[in-house]
């Protein structure tokens, strides 16, 4: 069995910054692409950052210069640097990784449970 957990959410006032972390444990032979989505209340869920095992990255345009995604190979865990924060990046943010159970077996898509962000004005 596989677990993504997600650590780090919490309220912080505009203009701060918080650090995600989410580790991967369990039964795991490679990850391979690791992100973070949020989904705010009443939308939909929506890409934030996602980093390749080979330590490529991409932002959506909301959040480019201010959030920064990295990942410890080694201990499967990815992290999320959010500075500058704005009460629209309100979210429940959900880790994700992209991985091999066994070699040469199925890649498959895991989620974590979520942790709530909240950006107070």
């Known amino acids: 069995q596989v677990q993504l957990v997600e650590s780090g959410g919490g309220l912080v006032q505009a203009g701060g910054s918080l650090r995600l972390s989410c580790a991967a444990s369990?039964?795991?032979?490679?990850?391979?692409?690791m992100a973070w989505y949020r989904q705010a209340p009443g939308k939909r869920r929506e890409s934030v950052a996602i980093i390749t095992n080979g330590g490529s990255t991409n932002y959506a345009d909301s959040v480019k210069g201010r959030f920064t995604i990295s990942r410890d190979n080694a201990n499967n865990t990815v992290y999320l640097q959010m500075t500058s924060l704005k009460p629209e990046d309100t979210a429940v943010y959900y880790c994700?990784?992209?991985?091999?159970?066994?070699?040469?077996?199925?890649?498959?898509?895991?989620w974590g449970q979520g942790t709530q962000v909240t950006v107070s004005s």
């Open positions: 994700y990784a992209n991985l091999q159970r066994v070699r040469g077996g199925l890649v498959a898509p895991y």
């Open positions: 369990g039964s795991i032979f490679s990850i391979n692409a």
